[in-house]
């Protein structure tokens, strides 16, 4: 049996439907869900706001690029510490403009989870199932050396001089070509995004997915949740058309971990009666550091993403390779005027490379922001976690020495531009950084829904249940209980697919 796809120019009055499973949201977690309840002879309907895009249609333009693929244009941004923070509106979630990072959890994580959070079977040994079943459907596989380039092995090099572990990023990738164009789009169709693997599986499988769809409501009645109500929205504006109504015997949020609570608040404060929803929001604050070398770098070419030390993977760090459009990377070059052209020429010489960091302690909430369907995020950059995102800094800064580099720009408030040596660059070791020094972003958002296996506690069971509902599941990272030390994205799928399948037992 095969589904259906359904894009805004299909819309011609309202949409009624009934399922046995809604999954309202197209990333890598509603997606997996969406296929595996599927695969199970379960009818799904998968509701996605965003639109799909072709190749054709993406833009190599950073800023353009943004403006058409994420939320708020890519201006959203965090309060209390300004923070900005980028989440994707289109078929296939973020995975569409993601680097494609695939990262298990670690061991010793898992159990820092279930240490706090009363879990029971969250382990390395109960996912890794989940894991090799995902990875063999994606292809998930180390990057090879040939699409490497040099800013990549660049820092395999240094890692190496300092006898510091590193590797190639693992990532949904078949057949890179080393484009260096993951954050606009990969035109080579390479990354295995949702919008061209696990949907359309889901489609084969029979599943109907309605595109350009803005769910505003789940609706309940006691302790069952019955379907969603919403409307046709037009992509890139937003615009309203058409009512959406879907009956489901079940539903499945995986909205993301900013929009899944605000969905839940909406719909009469659903599964909150412990009063976390929207609360214990945690990022990956990340940074990042330019390195100069005396040769040319030809950094355009090479995987966006290509290699990583997970050296200090416990002191709270981990350190990756870099590339973004260059008006992006540009942003953060210092001066104005003929002096930052001056700078600009050296990006031909250059190589990005970042740090995030897992802040345990800087936390916050999010809430809607007014009447916009937007959420308003309140986040605290805690002190201590400030300071070990220094240390990442100092981090790199070695490696970029170690490789080889004639000056590093460590983007760090009250230090010179450029430091032009590691004697120079040790006032990064001797002075610890203040939140206010350093210019930090994230994508990865977790714990606003969380699991716990305490109904008082947390919004969700290890199986992604609502403690207060009997049929509603969240599958996005929100349910993280902390940080998974490292990129979020395949440990959301692994648990996305346990759900599912506990789900598809269910219903």
């Known amino acids: 049996m095969s589904g259906s796809v359904e894009v805004f120019a299909d819309y011609t009055g309202p949409v009624i439907d009934r399922a046995d499973v809604v999954v309202v949201g197209s990333g890598p977690c509603g997606a997996v869900a969406a296929y595996e309840l599927a695969l199970a002879g379960k009818d799904v309907v998968l509701l996605e706001e965003g639109p799909p895009f072709t190749p054709a249609e993406f833009e190599l333009d950073g800023a353009l690029s943004m403006a058409r693929t994420m939320r708020e244009g890519g201006l959203r941004f965090t309060t209390g510490f300004v923070m900005p923070t980028m989440q994707a509106i289109a078929l296939g979630g973020g995975s569409l403009v993601n680097s494609a990072i695939c990262g298990r959890c670690p061991e010793f994580r898992l159990q820092e989870w279930a240490d706090a959070a009363d879990l029971d079977h969250t382990s390395r040994r109960e996912l890794e199932p989940h894991y090799d079943a995902i990875a063999g459907f994606l292809g998930i596989a180390p990057t090879p050396d040939d699409v490497q380039g040099p800013r990549n092995l660049l820092f395999r090099d240094g890692c190496k001089v300092l006898g510091w572990s590193s590797e190639p990023c693992t990532r949904n990738v078949v057949g890179c070509r080393g484009s260096g164009e993951c954050f606009t789009g990969c035109r080579a ?24 769809v803005q769910v505003q409501r789940v609706r309940s009645a006691g302790r069952r949740v019955t379907g969603i109500e919403g409307r046709v929205v037009a992509p890139f504006t937003g615009a309203p058309g058409v009512s959406v109504r879907i009956e489901a015997q079940a539903i499945v949020l995986a909205a993301g971990a900013l929009a899944t609570p605000l969905l839940l608040r909406r719909s009469g404060d659903l599964a909150n009666a412990s009063k976390q929803v929207g609360e214990n929001v945690q990022f990956h604050p990340g940074t990042s550091v330019m390195g100069v070398f005396p040769d040319a770098v030809d950094a355009v070419f090479g995987a966006t993403q290509g290699y990583q030390s997970l050296q200090f993977l416990r002191e709270g760090f981990k350190l990756e390779t870099l590339w973004a459009p260059p008006s992006v990377l540009a942003v953060r070059m210092p001066g104005v005027g003929l ?142 209980p902390g ?8 440990t959301g799928m692994a648990l996305a697919r346990r759900a599912a399948q506990t789900l598809a037992g269910r219903v």
Request: net charge positive.
């Open 189 to 212: 169709r390479a990354k295995q995004s949702m919008d061209i693997s696990y949907v359309p599986a889901a489609i084969r499988a029979g599943a109907r997915v309605y595109t350009s």
């Open 339 to 480: 002096e930052l052209k001056r700078k600009l020429l050296d990006m031909q010489r250059a190589a990005i490379w970042d740090a995030i960091a897992s802040c345990h302690r800087s936390r916050g909430s999010v809430r809607e922001r007014g009447r916009s369907q937007q959420p308003a995020i309140r986040w605290r950059f805690d002190p201590h976690d400030a300071e070990i995102l220094g240390r990442a800094v100092w981090a790199l800064t070695q490696i970029f020495f170690a490789a080889g580099a004639e000056r590093v720009l460590p983007g760090v408030a009250g230090l010179p531009d450029a430091l032009h040596s590691l004697d120079e660059a040790r006032i990064l070791e001797r002075r610890p950084a203040r939140a206010s020094d350093l210019v930090v972003a994230s994508t990865h958002v977790f714990g606003s829904t969380r699991m716990h296996g305490d109904p008082a506690r947390g919004v969700v069971d290890e199986d992604g249940k609502a403690h207060d509902l009997d049929n509603l599941y969240v599958v996005d990272t929100g349910v993280f």
């Open 483 to 490: 940080s998974p030390a490292v990129n979020p994205m395949f």
